[in-house]
């Protein structure tokens, strides 16, 4: 048995609580996950999960297998950190996460590049809208658009994010195009249920306008909107990273573009700066470099 392979399933199973997700995250069968734990717990000689038909809980046992594990694991990466700066290889896994409108539009082509250049890494991205606890999760790097990051991560600038207001042609034809901040109000607006539902903030050099909207559509996720906005569900906010290609071919159509709303940065967050892989280093700077020339900044 590869015992630090069934560790590496141990602690999958342990955050995850299920044997299936685990399976679907390591791309093995549910089998090979169960036949792993099986085999680890009769190397120790404990029982380290207690399974029922709802959920799977650590045992005793089971919780200090789960801090051992972590530590081989981490150190087991390490040596592999270790190991690349010598030969200049980068090995080894990143974990990384972003929200799911950034990994479909950006990252999840970034990434594929940057392994071309690294073949020896493995990164695993985990496109989510909800915050995550990066050290719970083990999370070696943080993609976040954000006017006001976390302030106990630390934080590097990727890129700027500005962000436009859209609708498609078919909803303007319809219902006119606004001219004012203030003709919003008589719009159908599409909404983040996060932030920002019910007053869009807008400026025009020294002029500031706050307007009540009515959200008849809101999502906590930005493609979502984009869906419903070229579907002509009406006035939506988006960043430019999503918007600009609809932009240029025409689907969607900028709605008072003299204003410009808040604009915000991408930022690459990660817990410490003590013991930074190479390979997350090579990544923000490879990160940086591909930004910095995107059509979607301009």
């Known amino acids: 048995m590869d015992r630090l392979t069934a560790m590496q399933v141990f602690v999958e199973v342990a955050q995850s609580g299920s044997f299936s997700a685990t399976a679907d995250k390591l791309d093995m069968s549910r089998a090979m996950v169960t036949r792993y734990i099986a085999e680890l717990e009769q190397w120790l000689g404990a029982r380290l999960l207690q399974r029922t038909t709802r959920r799977v809980t650590l045992t005793d046992a089971g919780e200090s297998c789960l801090r051992r594990s972590q530590q081989m694991l981490a150190l087991m990466e390490n040596v592999e950190e270790e190991t690349s700066r010598h030969d200049g290889a980068l090995r080894g896994q990143l974990r990384v996460t972003c929200s799911m409108s950034f990994a479909y539009a950006e990252l999840a082509a970034a990434i594929a590049d940057f392994l071309a250049l690294y073949p020896q890494l493995k990164i695993d991205l985990n496109a989510s809208e909800g915050a995550l606890n990066l050290v719970e999760a083990r999370i070696d790097l943080a993609i976040r658009i954000s006017a006001e990051p976390d302030p106990a991560l630390i934080g590097r600038v990727l890129a700027p994010c500005a962000s436009v207001l859209v609708a498609s042609p078919g909803y303007l034809a319809k219902h006119g195009t606004p001219q004012l901040p203030a003709d919003l109000q008589a719009h159908r607006c599409l909404s983040y249920a996060n932030f920002g539902k019910s007053e869009w903030k807008l400026q025009r050099g020294v002029e500031h ?50 204003w410009q709303l808040p604009m915000m940065n991408i930022y690459a967050l990660y817990p410490s700066r003590k013991h930074l892989s190479p390979a997350v280093r090579a990544l923000m700077d490879f990160l940086v470099a591909r930004f910095a020339s995107e059509p979607w900044r301009r």
């Open 209 to 258: 306008a706050e307007v009540h909207v009515a959200s008849h559509f809101s999502a906590n996720e930005a493609t979502a909107l984009m869906r419903a906005a070229l579907a002509g569900g009406g006035v939506a906010m988006q960043p430019t990273y999503l918007a600009s290609p609809h932009l240029q071919d025409g689907s969607l159509q900028l709605v008072l573009p003299q």
